[in-house]
Each structure stands twice: as C-alpha cells, then as structure tokens.
C-alpha cells in the first residue's frame, strides 16, 4: 500500500519505518523540517535504538519518504495513519489541535491529490486520544471542508503500543493489534496493512476489529493500569520497609502466581469487592501505614473507590422510579453462603434505610445454617433477613420494578427472562445476551 504518516515523532517514526521496512510506500508528514529533513537524509529524527539503521534502509530501497507537504503524501494513498502529539492542556485535558489540523490537511490535500484506484482512503487515529474523538472531532472537521471529487473517507482508530527504547521490538510484537471502525473496508485494510506483523509471528491474521469508542479507550485504560501497577510496587516498598522486608524480593514472587496476581481474573468491571480477605487485609496495611507516618493514597483510594461503586447503585436507584426491588444474590461471591463484607449485604442494608421494599432471592444462603461471624456480620446488617429472603426467583421478581442482580445461577437467569421487572441493573456482566436485550437494561459500569 502507499501510507501517509502525518507526524513524525516518536511513534510516527517507528511507525513509518516499520511499515517501510515490510514492503510499503509510505510517507512521512510534518509541518517539522527538523524531523523531516534527517529520513530525508536517511537519518532518524529521534533517538531509539535501531532506528537509524532502518530509516536509512527505507530510504536507499525507495520506500520510506518525507514531506512538509500533504498533498505529495495523499497522491494515490490508501491510508493516512494520524500520529501526531497529544499534549496535556493546563486543565488535564487532550490538547487536540494537532490531530484537527492533520485531518483537515488530508480533508483539503484530497482536492489536488489523485486518489487511489479504489477511490476510498481510510483515516485512522494513532494518537491517544479520548473517547469520541473519532466520532466527533474527526468527523465535524471533514464535514467541515468540502468533499473532494473521487475520494471517499472512512475513519478509525487503531492505538500504538510502543515504548521509547524497545520501539521496534514492541512495534513487530505487539500484545495486541485492535482496529475501531464502523467501516468494513477501514477495517479490511487494516488488516492487510499489519498482516505481516502476523506473518512473522507465524499465526493467521489477528486483527481485532471493534466499536470506535472502544479502540479510544483501550489506550487509557493500558496506560493507567501500568501507572498503577508502578504506584502499587512502590507503596508496597515504602510500608514495608519498616519492618526489615524486600520489596523486591516480594514482587518477585508476587509476579509468578499468573492465577490471580498477574491474570484476567480480577479485571472485569462489575460491583464492589468484599468478603473475609480483601476489605479487612487492605485495612490492616493502611493501620500498618498510619502507625509508620506513611501514606498510601493508592491503597487508601481503592477503598474510597469500593465504596462509590456501592453508593453510585443506590443512587442510580433513587433517581429511578418505583419502590419495589429484587434483588438476585446476596454473598460476596457465586456459590458460597460468605456473606461478611459483602457489598450486596452493605447494598440492601443501605436500601431498606431509604425505605424500599426488597426481596432477596439466594440460592445458597439459608439463614438457619449461618455461623460464627458470618452470623454475626449478616445479623447486624439485615436483622430481618429471614423475612426477605427467598430461595426462589420467580417469588423474589412478583410485583418488582427493578432487579439488582448478581447472581448468575440458571435459575435466577431463567427467571428474568420468564418475568422481567421494567428496570434491571447488571452487577456482573455475566447474565447473558439475552438478559443483556431486555427492555430496562443497565449495566453498572456499561
């Protein structure tokens, strides 16, 4: 393919000679002469270890080019790939001024550009940018300038994984290669684009192509769990070396349990966390922090955070109508009776206060065979549990005009679908599509 790469950067760099390396025309664009002018050269604009060799290959072979004109770029392209900076305004928020100037340039640079034989020219994204950028900004800019005769556009964002000082290595090997497109022919040649990422790996076409938005976020969310987890590693070392403990020989071994530790498990959106273990250890370390004059605000926000999940449930019920709650699975977790710390129990506790009418539907708990501080927690909580409680869904559901549900049982599954109240909210993410396509659907993070 011929592939426009306006800003040449870090990642627009990596990223064009890359692609020349496998066999594409590609162009490089900045407004820039000082990174235009070394791949010109055959030189990399910016320092990362075995970059220079591969610019200076791209440009002896024919295929890597550089540009302070667009038009040059857009003649005859099949992509532009949109990697320019996006900086932090002094709010916080992305400055996206660069990424509305570099889709007008392709929007105008297609009045005087021969387009492709096809005729179509897909725009895809880079950047990190936020949710709906896509959507919005790209969009209003092309409607903005006039339709250029033979060129049809169609958008997505495809985000770049790399890091500074193993770019290369990230860029031929990365975790994932995910496309968000509402066009199919965006996303068919995409696919082509990258296949040789694949093909060195020996694996069939991996493109993963999804919702825009989605693609949009992905960024974020990759990049704050990575500052968490460097956060996470450094709380744990300023605690714990009051008490004689290697940190590092901590996390070393922390590392190796890919069951939990290191895995899917716990990263699926959904209610608050709960039980005999996390709430009551996550404590015990802050004690251990405050009786040291150490704080940690991440390990204290989690717990803040657990409690909004909570709250935001009641809220979204109270701004809601009716007074008539079901709700479906009690203990903090599927298929056991543990109901202490349970945020289901913190839940109802909370919405019996305000005066709803609840009825709970659990397939395990059975209040006569509580014990011990299970009992006792429960007890506290929901003195009337006897009366509320159900091991049946159907009685739970009569008269509801909301369901909460956690539970994910055939039972209470096959009971919504038989008697769905007006309102459901979806505290796992697990109940299945067909639940997912009842009228009143919510999900509590979705």
Request: charged share 20%.
């Amino acid at each position: 393919m011929k592939v426009a790469v306006f800003g040449l950067g870090y990642v627009g760099s990596v990223t064009a000679a890359c692609l020349a390396a496998n066999g594409h025309d590609v162009w490089g664009v900045d407004v820039d002469t000082a990174k235009v002018g070394p791949i010109t050269e055959g030189h990399s604009p910016v320092v990362e270890p075995g970059l220079d060799e591969l610019v200076a290959d791209g440009v002896a072979a024919g295929r890597l080019h550089a540009t302070t004109d667009p038009r040059l770029a857009l003649e005859r392209a099949d992509v532009s790939l949109i990697c320019v900076g996006t900086p932090s305004t002094a709010a916080g928020s992305t400055d996206l001024t660069y990424i509305r100037r570099a889709v007008r340039d392709i929007a105008e640079a297609a009045h005087v550009a021969e387009p492709p034989e096809s005729g179509f020219h897909s725009i895809v994204v880079r950047s990190t940018v936020p949710p709906g950028t896509v959507d919005e900004v790209v969009a209003r800019v092309l409607a903005e300038v006039p339709a250029a005769e033979g060129f049809t556009f169609g958008t997505a964002m495809c985000p770049e994984f790399l890091r500074e000082g193993s770019g290369l290595a990230d860029f031929y090997d990365p975790p994932f290669v995910v496309v968000g497109t509402r066009n199919a022919k965006v996303g068919t040649a995409l696919t082509d684009l990258f296949a040789f990422i694949f093909e060195r790996r020996g694996l069939g076409v991996d493109v993963q192509v999804v919702d825009i938005r989605t693609a949009e976020a992905l960024k974020y969310a990759c990049n704050a769990f990575h500052a968490t987890k460097v956060s996470f590693a450094n709380e744990m070392g300023r605690i714990f070396r009051y008490y004689g403990v290697d940190s590092r020989e901590v996390m070393r071994i922390f590392v190796q349990d890919t069951s939990l530790n290191i895995s899917p498990y716990y990263l699926r959106p959904g209610f608050a966390f709960g039980g005999s273990c996390l709430p009551k250890d996550l404590r015990s370390v802050l004690h251990l922090a405050r009786v040291n004059d150490t704080d940690l605000p991440l390990l204290a926000g989690t717990l803040a955070t657990n409690e909004l999940t909570v709250r935001d449930v009641v809220d979204r019920v109270v701004a809601g109508p009716g007074r008539e709650i079901a709700l479906l699975g009690l203990s903090f977790k599927h298929a056991t009776d543990d109901l202490r710390e349970s945020p289901s129990v913190e839940l109802a506790e909370r919405l019996i206060g305000k005066g709803y009418n609840l009825r709970i539907y659990d397939a395990i708990v059975n209040p006569s065979r509580l014990v011990g501080a299970n009992l006792r927690h429960v007890t506290s909580k929901l003195p009337h549990l006897q009366r509320v409680l159900t091991d049946d869904p159907i009685a739970a559901l009569a008269g509801a005009d909301l369901a909460i549900v956690s539970a994910t049982d055939t039972a209470a599954i096959d009971a919504l679908l038989t008697t769905p109240p007006s309102r459901t909210i979806d505290l796992s993410g697990r109940l299945g599509n067909a639940v997912e396509a009842l009228p009143g659907y919510e999900g509590v993070g979705w």
